[in-house]
């Protein structure tokens, strides 16, 4: 795979001081730290960047003058679903959002960001990997959901044939993926994003390793921007939890349940940072109106 003129750039930074931090790359190249530190991965599997030591800006964890912060909430908007985590989700952090087909987690998303600009103010950013944006509208407006664009941007940055039919290479779809969330990002001031569903980006890399590493580089460029972010995953067997559950800050799962001869949805906070949240199942419905949830009782 040959290089392009921002790995030449990354390269001759690198050439007059080996120690450069990620950090200060990504202020001179305008990328981020999780597209320098992929990039720099990529040019030592290919063999261009060898036998030397590079510093990535490593801070301690804990230091003498850490100090606990306040949490601050982020309204979900959504009817009922506030008042079981004090208030809302952390502000800027991770929530993975799990679910099988029909559960409910677009339809989550969507009201997320809607409620996000209509009520509070904030723009936000749907990273668009299997349905279109097209259809997406359609399905937001069947809701009661009329998005306003100058508020929410919606990016598909793979077609399908990208995605699901070809074997593209990793290092081309992680490159592209990571420019779509930073663009709709800034394109917006997304303060709130959704990622549906996360599922196809992380399915392309086989090792448990490589999937680990960009799903922390993500919610570590994600959490570095401000952003409240929900990643939506596809989980088909109700009784596991992938591996994206160990490294978000929140976990949400929307699964169906039996009454009788029918078929109810119910939602479960797993876990939540810094929160004393409910710990029951809550059913829930999807109406013309979008997504209510019933409250504790």
């Known amino acids: 795979m040959s290089i392009d003129d921002i790995d030449s750039k990354l390269l001759e930074i690198l050439k007059k001081d080996s120690r450069t931090p990620a950090s200060k790359i ?3 190249l305008g990328i981020s730290r999780m597209t ?3 990039r720099m991965k990529r040019l030592e599997d290919l063999g261009i960047i060898r036998q030397y030591t590079v ?14 912060r306040k949490v601050e909430r982020v309204k979900s908007g959504i009817p009922g679903f506030d008042e079981l985590c004090e208030g809302g989700l952390p502000k800027a952090t991770t929530t993975l959002l799990m679910g099988p087909p029909g559960a409910g987690k677009t339809v989550f998303g969507l009201q997320f960001l809607y409620y996000g600009y209509k009520k509070y103010n904030e723009p936000g950013a749907l990273i668009a990997l299997q349905d279109s944006p097209e259809d997406l509208l359609t399905f937001a407006s069947a809701l009661g959901m009329d998005l306003d664009m100058n508020k929410i941007i919606i990016m598909s940055p793979f077609s399908p044939d990208t995605m699901i039919r070809e074997r593209a290479d990793f290092e081309t779809l992680t490159i592209n993926f990571e420019k779509a969330v930073e663009e709709a990002i800034i394109q917006v001031g997304a303060e709130r994003v959704v990622i549906d569903p996360i599922s196809i980006f992380l399915s392309r890399f086989e090792d448990i390793y490589t999937r680990r590493r960009e799903i922390y580089l993500l919610n570590n460029f994600l959490r570095s921007r ?6 939506i995953a596809e989980n088909y067997n109700q009784t596991e939890y992938v591996l994206e559950s160990y490294v978000a800050q929140n976990v949400i799962i929307m699964r169906y349940g039996i009454d009788g001869n029918h078929r109810k949805k119910e939602l479960e906070i797993l876990k939540m940072f810094a929160t004393d949240h409910s710990r029951g199942l809550h059913p829930f419905w999807i109406t013309k109106n979008g997504l209510n949830i019933e409250p504790s009782t």
């Open 26 to 28: 990504a202020d001179e």
């Open 36 to 38: 320098v530190k992929n």
């Open 226 to 231: 401000g952003c409240t972010s929900i990643l």
């Open 55 to 68: 510093t990535l800006g490593v801070k301690p964890l804990v230091s003498a003058a850490a100090q606990p």
